[in-house]
């Protein structure tokens, strides 16, 4: 039986998330997608301009697409901040069902992190995108409705709660623990 954290107590949480590193954080946990509804928790990643995560599902996702069938690079990666998902759910097991590659101590804002922000993850770079990382239906029926909307509230969306979407400039390697930082 999966418990939520209600609204109120995302409310509160909302001060040390704010807390998070700006300009230098780190690589708290990192999650392979092999297929649909699976999960792999790695301790190294390989970034590659041509696969994304290796071993990760990103090219066969529908939403990878574009309308003429061309992958789109814009959603190879979905970072999440730490501090978040640990409002959500302080169950570790639990955070890889949120659906992203990377949970990281960062500022993901907006402010911090816009489109066009280049970061430092272990020894890759990526680049945040344009396209939003919104709450869904699996998102939803894994973390309740409360969830959903504190991240996809007006402020939820200003500090990226939910997440981003990136795209890998340079391939490497990163590890749980490995730094991201702004460059």
Known sequence: MNSYTS?????????????????????????????????????????????????????????????NGMVKVDNQLNLMNSRVIEAITTDKEQWQLAGDQFYVDFDLSYENTPPGAQLLIGNAIIEVTEEPHLGCKKFADR?????????????????????????????????????????
């Not at 609204?7 to 990192?30: D, T, W």
């Not at 190294?44 to 990103?58: F, I, Q």
């Not at 509230?153 to 490995?178: D, F, H, T, Y």
């Open 143 to 183: 973390f309740g409705m409360d969830a959903v909307k504190f991240v996809n509230s007006e402020q939820g969306k200003q500090l990226n709660l939910r997440g981003i979407n990136a795209k890998i400039i340079k391939p490497g390697l990163v590890k749980v623990g490995s730094i991201i930082k702004k460059i």
């Open 7 to 67: 609204r109120e107590g995302l409310e509160l949480a909302l001060e040390i998330i704010k807390q998070s590193p700006k300009q230098e954080g780190s690589v708290k946990l990192i999650v392979c997608r092999p297929s649909v509804d699976q999960r792999k928790v790695l301790e190294v990643g390989e970034l590659s301009l041509e696969e994304g995560l290796l071993g990760d599902n990103w090219k066969q996702r529908e939403l990878t697409r574009s309308k």
